[in-house]
């Protein structure tokens, strides 16, 4: 991390009431504006970290803080893209972030909160479906309209749980270049070097979105390596892609993280696997 912390999480444990340990100590210090994505087997815990920075759990032991100050609770200066997407199925999607916008206390009025609605669900390839109900949008477009309504409330940071895991291939090339050009100030200053937890399950989009990689491992989950993306700023996917430091980075995370999955393996399973 370059910069003085803004998002900590400090020490902390966490287990679901008298269940097992589910987080073990994990530290972590992330920069205001800096962008983290966070990798890990199935089950290590990645959604739980998160749900610990949107402040709908608290740490058994340890802390996490924004600006120095203890996350109690969710916050207006926290937005979350949550991997089930979350939306109020009674409602339209455009109607699902003008509520999101409410409740920030953003526009003026409810023509001024269509219009920001309407104008992020555009930014997302929805233009033409605001009227429409979550159920009657496939997996992909719904998960589009969480992470407009996310970006809607601008808040100065963005929890996302794979948010990208519903699309195809191509609406996901098309969302990472959208998230990096936002981030880097491409759609103006407003969106411009939000604080951004990341979690993905895909090495290579960790790598092209992320200035640094947390490598978690799991039972019990913990950090088990952090490792700085050498890619220039400003980026574009292809142009990540295509760098030369790309692959070395992503085979490195791949060995690490095959590392973390073989550890949580039987051994006879392991060894079955080396032959
Ligand atoms: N509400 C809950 N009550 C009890 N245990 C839970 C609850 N939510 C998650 N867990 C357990 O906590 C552990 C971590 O789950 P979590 O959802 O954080 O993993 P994850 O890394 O996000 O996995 P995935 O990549 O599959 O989304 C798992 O063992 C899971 O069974
Ligand atoms: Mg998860």
Request: aromatic letters at 6%.
């Amino acid at each position: 991390m370059t910069g003085s912390p803004y998002l900590t999480v400090e020490r902390v444990t966490f287990r679901y009431g008298e269940g097992p340990v589910v987080l073990d100590d994990v530290a972590l210090s992330i920069a205001k504006g800096e962008f983290v994505a966070v990798i890990g087997p199935s089950g290590c815990g990645k959604s739980t970290l998160l749900r610990l920075l949107a402040g709908l759990a608290l740490p058994t032991v340890g802390r996490l803080t924004v600006a120095g100050q203890p996350i109690q609770g969710p916050g207006l200066d926290r937005a979350v893209v949550f991997q089930d997407y979350s939306l109020f199925p009674w409602m339209t999607c455009r109607d699902n972030i003008i509520l999101a916008l409410e409740r920030a206390g953003l526009g003026a009025t409810k023509a001024e909160r269509r219009e920001i609605a309407l104008g992020y669900l555009a930014l997302v390839g929805l233009a033409q479906d605001g009227d429409k109900l979550p159920g009657e949008l496939s997996g992909g477009m719904r998960q589009r309209t969480a992470i407009a309504r996310a970006l809607a409330v601008n808040a100065p940071i963005l929890l996302m749980d794979e948010p990208f895991g519903a699309l195809d291939e191509i609406t996901r090339a098309r969302q990472q270049d959208l998230l990096l050009d936002l981030w880097q100030g491409g759609q103006g200053e407003k969106e411009a070097g939000k604080t951004v937890f990341f979690v993905t399950h895909d090495v290579e989009e960790a790598v092209i979105l992320g200035d640094r990689v947390v490598v978690m491992g799991a039972h019990p989950g913990r950090v088990v390596r952090e490792v700085p993306v050498t890619l220039p700023r400003p980026r574009s996917r292809m142009g990540s892609l295509k760098h030369r430091n790309f692959s070395v980075l992503r085979d490195l995370l791949l060995t690490e993280l095959n590392l973390v999955v073989d550890e949580g393996l039987e051994p006879a399973v392991t060894a079955g696997a080396a032959i």
